[in-house]
T-cell receptor, first 115, second 112 residues
Framework: KAGVTQTPRYLIKTRGQQVTLSCSPI?????VSWYQQTPGQGLQFLFE???????NKGNFPGRFSGRQFSNSRSEMNVSTLELGDSALYLC??????????????FGEGSWLTVV | KNQVEQSPQSLIILEGKNCTLQ??????????LRWYKQDTGRGPVSLTI?????NTKSNGRYTATLDADTKQSSLHITASQLSDSASYIC???????????FGTGTLLAVQP
């Protein structure tokens, strides 16, 4: 079956702009999580959605937001982009909520460069 | 403080050799520990998941061990192949917050 699909794969934005990234989870998976990965920080948890509700949130400013649709597809938005937002944004899906005990499947990521 | 530390940061080995990667954590309460393999420019792929009661789990040439008492885990790679070149990330789940805490990874390079 198809894996986790993220779009776009690469994008370049200017400081101050906003960006929306999309994620389609594995069919049947209702939990979608987002992560930011930078070379120095590793993977940092942004938020998790399950059945259109945010279930968990990391320590990121309010400029980072997300949502999940009834078909489990998810989007994340970053407003007022800063240079430090340049990173690989990874989406992951799993069959149930919470991040304990379940195999989590990652997408290939969206590479965001802010100039 | 919930932390996951991995060592070494990077490692170079010759094809066919074995290697062991280390992971120490201070996450509490502990729920489970995962090892992921991430190829350059790709998303991480799950190798193993271990709970408190499991002290070893294998996935092909990859064998993970867990000592919950000392809060240490290791990932042993047997008979390395060029395709094993990747970053290996240790992840520990916090049983209270349901959050995953990621290590910064060990970058492995397998040379012919």
């Amino acid at each position: 079956k198809a894996g986790v699909t993220q779009t776009p794969r690469y994008l370049i934005k200017t400081r101050g702009q906003q960006v929306t990234l999309s994620c389609s989870p594995i069919s049947g998976h209702r939990s979608v999580s987002w992560y930011q990965q930078t070379p120095g920080q590793g993977l940092q948890f942004l938020f998790e959605y399950f059945s259109e509700t945010q279930r968990n949130k990391g320590n990121f400013p309010g400029r980072f937001s997300g949502r999940q649709f009834s078909n489990s597809r998810s989007e994340m938005n970053v407003s007022t982009l800063e240079l430090g937002d340049s990173a690989l944004y990874l989406c992951a899906s799993s069959s149930t909520t919470g991040q304990t005990g379940n195999t989590i499947y990652f997408g290939e990521g969206s590479w965001l460069t802010v100039v | 403080k919930n932390q996951v530390e991995q060592s070494p940061q990077s490692l170079i080995i010759l094809e066919g050799k074995n290697c062991t990667l280390q992971c120490n954590y201070t996450v509490s309460p502990f729920s489970n520990l995962r090892w992921y393999k991430q190829d350059t420019g790709r998303g991480p792929v799950s190798l193993t998941i271990m709970t408190f009661s499991e002290n070893t789990k294998s996935n092909g040439r990859y064998t993970a061990t867990l000592d919950a008492d000392t809060k240490q885990s290791s990932l042993h790679i047997t008979a390395s192949q060029l395709s094993d070149s990747a970053s290996y990330i240790c992840v520990v789940a916090n049983g209270a917050t349901n959050k995953l805490i990621f290590g910064t990874g060990t970058l492995l390079a397998v040379q012919p």
